[in-house]
């Protein structure tokens, strides 16, 4: 049971001391285990480098609607949709949300991207915006960086060397996304993003200070997950319960804007290779047939744009 989402100092993981990263792992396992959840400071990462590409992101939600339309979503999971393009909660309605994906920026003869793989290919930048896609791409970078370095940690916390995992993620699935939700009124029915779990491994959240995050806890409450500046929202995707045997939690979520303005974020998804095959780890229960990243990513894909308005 919890009531609040942990906050944890990720300054050990930089100073060189084995001792102080087991410490660190052993805080990321308890909260992999507990909530799924946590807040991360000390990541290392410039407050001015966030609130560069929350600037980029708000000029690029402020472009207008046919230069974003422009930009539509296409097959390789690049470009714009929005509002009412994903039902993330089969039970509710289209979330209230537009957004912007992108990532790594893959080569168009790179043999995924000419098989077509999901989540492929090339970004569609809005080249209206002189200095966005360079900015952008180089804020992914640091993402991948960092997320790499959460994955180290896990395994250290499952008492796996740190490096077990980082093969599975050679030329990984890797997804920003920049999201804008509109205001909800207080008797306005609906979601910015319905109750979902994350897909891929592991989720760094970067969040404005509207509010309006909330995680579901072991007894049906919504336990709010508040606004920490320069701080990262971590919580684990799908596969950290399929290779750990539901040790370490992937928890529903959700959004709703109640702040009376508009709320900004900058999810970053990081999952492995399309052909990596996820089991359970060794003494673990197999909680799920085995896949592989990209059977996965795309199953869940197919369900949550299926009712697509």
């Not at 100073?15 to 102080?20: E, F, L, N, R, Y």
């Not at 792992?25 to 560069?52: D, N, Q, V």
């Not at 359970?280 to 592989?292: N, W």
Request: aromatic share 10%; charged share 20%; hydrophobic share 40%.
């Amino acid at each position: 049971m919890f009531d609040a989402i942990p906050q944890i100092d990720f300054s050990p993981a930089r100073d060189g001391d084995p001792a102080g990263r087991r410490r660190l792992a052993a805080e990321i396992g308890a909260a992999c285990a507990s909530t799924g959840f946590f807040l991360l400071t000390g990541h290392g990462l410039a407050p001015a480098a966030i609130a560069a590409q929350f600037g980029w992101t708000k000029r690029f939600f402020d472009l207008p609607p046919a230069e974003k339309q422009a930009l539509r979503f296409g097959p390789e999971r690049r470009g714009y949709e929005g509002l009412g393009a994903q039902t993330l909660d089969a039970t509710a309605a289209p979330d209230r949300k537009e957004a912007y994906y992108c990532g790594i920026d893959w080569p168009a003869d790179h043999p995924y991207v000419v098989a077509g793989l999901d989540s492929y290919g090339r970004n569609r930048w809005p080249t209206q915006l002189p200095g966005f896609a360079e900015a952008t791409a180089g804020y992914i970078a640091i993402q991948i960086d960092l997320a790499l370095e959460v994955m180290r940690l896990i395994a250290l916390s499952l008492d796996l060397a740190e490096e077990h995992f980082t093969p599975l993620f050679h030329e990984p699935i890797a997804s920003l996304r920049l999201i804008r939700y509109p205001a909800q009124a207080p008797d306005e029915a609906g979601f910015g993003a319905g109750a979902h779990t994350d897909w891929g491994a592991v989720t760094l959240l970067a969040q404005d200070d509207a509010g309006g995050l909330e995680v579901l806890n072991p007894a049906g409450r919504w336990i709010p997950v508040p606004p920490v500046p320069d701080a990262f929202v971590v919580n684990m995707g799908d596969l950290i319960p399929r290779w750990t045997g539901g040790r370490y939690r992937s928890i529903p979520h959700r959004v709703i804007n109640r702040s009376g303005r508009q709320r900004h974020s900058m999810p970053f998804f990081l999952s492995p290779n399309f052909h990596a095959r996820i089991e359970a780890l060794p003494g673990c229960a197999e909680i799920a047939p085995a896949c592989t990243a990209g059977e996965h990513i795309t199953e869940m894909a197919r369900k949550t744009y299926g009712r697509a308005a």
